[in-house]
Structures are given as structure tokens and as C-alpha cells.
């Protein structure tokens, strides 16, 4: 065996218990996924948070992919920035791996051909365990050699870092149930690891200890949420095309829908298209919404992209249509296993002439689940496209939340629609005339009345009677009320999240999406440095009143956002005629998902060139 | 597209049909095409072949996409519902509607620009996805409302009525549909009134994709010597291959027709498709050979006419994705909702 004694024993190490950031560095193709998923599920059985994140290429074997785990205690999920240990397993990306180590790290590496001291850094621990080495000497298969390495890896860490070996073990039966024969193995392997690191190392300073620290919280990723979400939301129609980061959540909608909408004869209580591209996508969402079915599409920016004419045409013709967009890096291909927030003004003003649409902004899985029921709601009820805004890291992360709670006295609201009882009964019917004064019009699905409620659906200008129509007083009149009803939305969509400071201050930030865990850390760091923001967090668009009032109510506002070009910041200027200066802008774009360290030192460091006399207290 | 509203007056001796209709409650508003307008033809056959069928207009949907071809589903069926969709996207849009209410009869509506070339592609999927509808292409080989770009359906050779010459390959959509796995397909012309109701008639009973190509002229742009979907052109080249009748269920059945030269195809709704044979050669019920006799016709510059290919044992899409009977725009939040009970072995598990 060689030597793994590398430590240097003149340097200050980390020493911290259940708060602290791994990160593990593999190719991917290489079955490192579940291994690294065990781990991360370990640690929340042990009642410690987690954030997880896989950080993975456009590519489907050979290429780097790194696991990151935020493990902590207070419950801060978001990435913290830096890295504590380096499961350094991809000689490919072993110099960014060693740089991203905070002084003090740990670095773990499979020492069967042990690295020089020139490729390791004087202030961090090295920790060398021969994973070939020891998979070779118990396993004959080089496909066995290579999975059990992979679980082998997870055992030695078990031992420095004190993972629970029994809960291991469980997971990895719960894990195989259905292949006893596989669980054996891997245990096997876990304890492979385990034993050697327990013969030949001592713990290091990071430390697990069981913990109370997540209760009831589920783990699940955002897509899957998003699919039981349109599966609680009364989805009957999904139509989709493949494209990363959103393909899971018509994969999600297919299980639950064969697991809760089949009939004990087999007919299905649904209907699933896979397209030919995302233009069939949303033809088929429109066709299905406006024959009275609930129907979705998921996709991601370029998709999004494509759909342009037929967004145009449910905004102006008044056809309800979901759409998940799940956001990754443009523009363009762009990078698309990379997380941003860059879609926001394509979606908010979708296809040419004057339009405007509904988004619904997810900050975590759990929402997915809501908005993603509440979308067919609204879009029955405003009977127009409404947008969730997913984005990878939401969309395709695992996350700790809350457990998914629904009223079994709920029901669906199919908004406002004539029924042929009503038009027996004599009400009056005419598509598009504003009724109740809320700019949302009555509609008939087809089929409804053999003489009455017909009416011709078009995208070309129309009076209120659904006629064509050149005359520029009916198309303003439509225009007009389509402004009403967009207002009418703005009541509708989740009202904002506001958290205020534990001081007064005129200074607040405002935030959304994927940055809330990272941007919550942020803040209570912060407060502790004597920064106090009042925080809003936006939810829907267009913005609630609340929103608009939170501004009014500061001097400045930070608005953090993950794209180049403050999209949030130009909806809100355009929205709310708010003054520019007013907003200080807040990016991070890099197509990884921000941290908390990004937002402290960006923000601390505008406030202090804003001169700290800006941070008023009261 | 009109301003003008039709006058409502009923003639009192207008004959209606078994559910008390006259062809009257089957039409639309005015048509705004030009007079001689081929399409209008077809609007017209689509009246009485609804009217023949007895078909409630309301549980007809009639979509169509962007062009002259696609302002007509206005022109007829008044009492269903009608969608106008974006340029080349009917087909889409059709089978979303036909996959939220399978109850309902769908009619498409479609240009050869419409179909052949910006929509191609769903044209082509939907299709291929055996979507039940009756997908009618009013083919007349040019941009009517843009005044007469070629098609992809012109001819290689045919000439504009400026004289230009297309150079590029046509598509026949019919030869396309029959490699896509449509189980019917038709061939008409909107001048012969007397094949084409009938074959809009077997369309629209038909379980399953049934695609009809209808050469239909344009007058202002492609009536001209030198096309090849003028009037005369088309009348000259037409080469019938049947006749066909359908008769419903409760019609007797005549059997005035010599053995030999009738062959009756019963569809799935009952209905009977008689096919009256032209060509004495001709199967419709071959799927290839239909494929080669379009095709040897073709190269002689004969348009071939009639029921091309018909599979009576047609399914459709909600035969493959395994839907349930009851339409699913009539499903309510218990059967579509799993409850929090669900909800609570789904959270279970993700821990």
C-alpha cells in the first residue's frame, strides 16, 4: 500500500462540524451519480441539511462532472462558494479541483499512483486512499471494479467524516429492494472503503454529528414537483420535445400519470405527445386548452424561442396555455446544462406586436408543486399563456423542502365558461366583451350547444363578438381590454415573499428564483456584519401592488439576479417606471448557480462605495 | 372575412335531412374570395356532405391554418366552433383539439402553401400519428393572397402567370400521405362536385387520419396555359380511378351495380364506402400498389382522382395512446386529482 501519510503538519485545518462544502470531481458516464447521491442522502438521515448540486456537461460520457454538497446545520441550502474537501476523482480537472479548496482543506484522492508534492498546495491536507487499488484486489469485472469504486469512495469518507455506517446501509436496501442481490454488493463495497480508511487514516476535522436540523423536509428536484404539479393541477394534455434541462418534467408527468390516472382497465386518463419539435409543441397545448382540456408544454429557452407565433396567438385570441420553462445558460445553444436566469424578458413579452404575459417565479421545488398546479388555474381563469419560470438549478437539483401539502376540498377553476345549460337558460353570450369588468371574457368550449355559443377563434383582429374586424375602434377596444385583464392577473399571480430587517432600513433587496437559499444565507450574514436590507422576494408578473410599494418604500434596492443584463431590473423599470438609479443591479451569470459569498461581497462592497452613510438606520 | 351578414330566410320547401336540418343550417358567412374561386366549390361540397350525413354541425370542429384556402372554414358550418391557427400549424392545433374531446368530428383545412410548405412538418407528423380528422388541402399550386408566388405543390415546368418557369420539384401530397401511414387518402378536384362529396362523406366517417388533396384552381393567379391546376389542365389530365358512394347505415343498400365493378368497404362507424370502379386495375385497399399507380400516372403527367388508398381497419391516436372513452375536457378535478393521501405516500418516499 503506499504511503497516504502527505498531511502538513505546521498548518491550521478546518475544523467544523455539520457546516461545510464538499465536492466531488468525476467524469461523468462513470456511475458516480448514486454514489455521490448517497452521500448526500446520508447526511439529511442524519438530520443535517443539505444543498446538492450536480454540475454536469452537455455530453453523455467523458467529460468532467463534480457533485457539490453544502452541508449545514442552520439550514442554509443555497451554495456557499468555496470548497472544504475535494473528492478529487477526474485527473482532467485536477488543477481547478486543488484551486477551488479553501486554505485549510482537505483534499481526497485515489492514491494508487500517488501524486507528486509539486501537484498538491502547502495549505491544504491531502488524503490518499488507492480506490483502484483496493477494487482490483476484490473485484475481477472492470465494470464492478469501476461502480464499487465509486461506492468504495463513499465508505472511506464515512469513516473521516462520520457518516452514519447503519444509515448507509439502509438507504442502500431501500435503494435495491427490488435486487436484495445488489445490496449485498454494495454494502460489501461501502465497507471496502470504510474498513481501509479506519486501518490506515485518522477523522478529520470536518465532522458530521446526528443533528434535528430537517425534520419532515422531502428532497426532490424542482421538475418532478413542477410534474406533480400539473398532474394535481388537472393536466390532461402534455405535449413536449426534448431538450435539456426540462425533459424530466414530462418524464415526471408520464410516472405519476400512469401511476394515478390509469383506470383498473388500462385507459388513461390523460394524453401525452412527445412532438416534433416545440412550434407542434405548443399547437397541440392550444389546440387541446381552447377543445376545454388542460394542457401543458415544457421546454427551455429555445423552445421558448420557437413557440413566439403561438404565444401571440392564446394572448390575442384568449386561449389558455401552460408553460414550463425550465432556464438554462443562452444565448443561443448557449450551455445548456448550466443554470441562469436569462429567459425572463423573452417570456414576459413573448412574440411580436404589443403582448405581455403571465410568469410565475418557483424560489424552490415546493413551489414548483404550487405554481405548477396553480398555472392551470390561472391560465383557465385569464384564459391566456402563464409561464413557470424553473430554472436547472431548480429544475434539475435536488433540494430540501418543505413536505407538498394539498386540500382535498380544492377544486379546479375552469374559469369563466358557458355551459349549455347557461345559454338554454338565455345568457347572453359574446367571446370577448368584458362581462364583469375584469377584462376576462366568457368562453364556450365547442360541442356545447347546437344552435348557440359557436363562435370563430382567430388571431386576426376581432370585435367583441369574435367577427373579423379591420375597425381600428374594435381593435383598440380589444386592446384595451386585454390591458384591463393583465391587470386583473397582477392580483392573481403569488403575491410577493417580504422578509423585513431586524432593524429599520431604507435600503432592500429584492431577489427571485433559484437565488432565494444562497440570497437568505447572504442576509443573515450580513445582519450579523450590521447590514440590515429589508428583502422581497418576487413571485409572479405582473407584479403584484406590493412589489411596486416595497420600492417606493427605500432609498435603493439591490436586485440579485443570474443573467447578464438585469432583466428583472428593466421588467420593473418598464412595469413600474421606476427610476433607474434607484435599482443597483446584482449578476451572476457564470452558468453556475450563485452563492452566498457572491452576494455578501457584491453587495457589501456597492454599500460601501455608496458610502456606508447610505445604510441608514432609523 | 366578411362585414356582410347572410340573410337568415329559409326558402319554406328547402328539404332538410333525418335530424331536420336544411343544407341552409350547414353553411357560413358570405365568402370573400374571388368569384370562381375553386375553394369556394369545395366549401360548398363540404356543405352538402354534411348535410347528407346528418351531421349536428355543433359537434363538428373546423380548424385551418393561414391563406385563401384557410379564411373558408368561415364560409360554411356557421353553428360549429372554428379555429383560425397561425401559418402552416392547423395540424397541430387540430390534434390537440381532437385529443381533448375525441367525441367531436375535426375537419382541417388547408392550402398546398399552408400544408406543403411552411407546415410540412406537421402535416407530416400528424399524419404519421393517425390523428382522426378529415385534413382537406385546397391545392391550387399557388400564393393566392401574397398575388402568385409559386408552391411546393407547382409543378417543375409549370409556368406563373407572369411566365416564369418553377424550377423546383413538386410535392404530391397524396403519394406523401400514403408513405405517412394515412388510411385514407383521396384525390379530388373542386370542379367535380360528384366525387368530391362523396369523398369528403368518407373522410369524415373515417376512424382514423384521411387525407384528401383537392386540386383546386386560381383564378386570379393559376388559370392560366402553362399551369398545371388550371380548369382546363386539370380536366384534360384527370384520370379517375372510382366513383364512389357512401351510404349510411339506415340507407338501404342498392345493389343495382354489375359484380366485379363495385367493391364495398365498410368503415368503422357502419358506414359503407362503394367504390365504383373506373380503372379496372385498381385496389384500394393496396397500399403500395396505389402508391405505384399514382406514380406511373404522374410520369405520363395524368392526374389521378378518387379514393387512392383506404385501410377500413383504420385506428387513430387515441387507439395507440390507450385513452379512456370519456373526452378528456369532460374530466373533473376527482378523476383528475389524487388527493392528499397520495400526496402523502409521494412526500413518504422522497425523504
Redesign the interface.
Known sequence: MPDQNLTQPHMAQIVATNDFVVKFANVNGSGSASANGLFAKAV?RMGVPVGARNIFPSNIQGLPTWYEVRVNGEGHVGRRGGVDLAVALNPQTWDDDLAGLVPGGYLFYDSTKPMPPSKFRDDITVIGVPLTAICNTAYKIPRERQLFKNIAYVGALSHLIGIDPDIVETLLAEEFASKAKLIDANVRAFHLGRDWAKQNLEPIGLQLKHADGVG?????DGNRAAA?GA??G????C?WYPITPSTSIAEGFME?CEE??T?PD????????Q???E?????????????????FTCTSGPGISLMN??IG?SYYAEIPAVIFDVQRGGPSTGMPTRTQQADLLLAAYASHGDTKHVLLIPGDPGECFTMGALAFDLADRLQTTVFVMLDLDIGMQEWLVE??????N???DRGKVITAEDLEAGKPFGRYRDVDGDGVPFR????????KG???????SHNSMAV??ERGADYTEGMQRLLKKFATAAELVPPPVIQPAARPTRIGVLYFGSTAPAMHEALVTLERRGRHLDALRVRGFPFSQEVFEFIAAHDEIFVAEQNRDAQMRSLLMIEGNIDASKLTSIRHYDGTPVTARFLIDAISEKMNANAPEKETLK | MTYIAKPQLHHPSLPSNAIGLTRRDYEGRISTLCAGCGHDSISAAIVTACFELDLQPHRLAKLSGIGCSSKTPDYFLGQSHGFNAVHGRMPSVLTGANLANRDLVFLGVSGDGDTASIGIGQFVHSVRRGVNMCYIVENNGVYGLTKGQFSATSDKGSKSKRGAENTESGIDLVALALQLGATYVGRSFSGDKEQLVPLIKGALTHGGAAVLDVISPCVAFNNHAGSTKSFDYVREHNDAVNRLDVILGRTPIKTDYAPGEVRDVTQHDGSVLRLKKIAADYVATDRNAAAAYIQEHQAKGEIVTGLLYIDPEASDLHDRLGTTRVPLNALGTEDLTPGAQALARINAGLR
Open positions: 439529511i419532515n423536509r422531502i428532497f426532490v406533480l398532474v394535481y388537472g393536466a390532461t394534455v405535449a405519476y394515478f390516472r383506470d388500462g385507459s388513461k386518463r390523460y394524453a401525452i405527445i412532438a416534433e419539435d412550434i407542434a409543441s405548443i399547437g397541440i397545448v392550444n389546440g387541446a386548452a381552447w377543445n376545454g382540456a388542460r394542457a407565433e403561438f396567438l413536505p407538498f401539502v394539498w386540500d382535498d380544492r377544486q379546479l364556450t368550449y365547442p360541442g356545447t350547444h347546437p344552435t359557436a363562435y370563430f377563434t382567430r388571431g386576426s373579423y374586424s
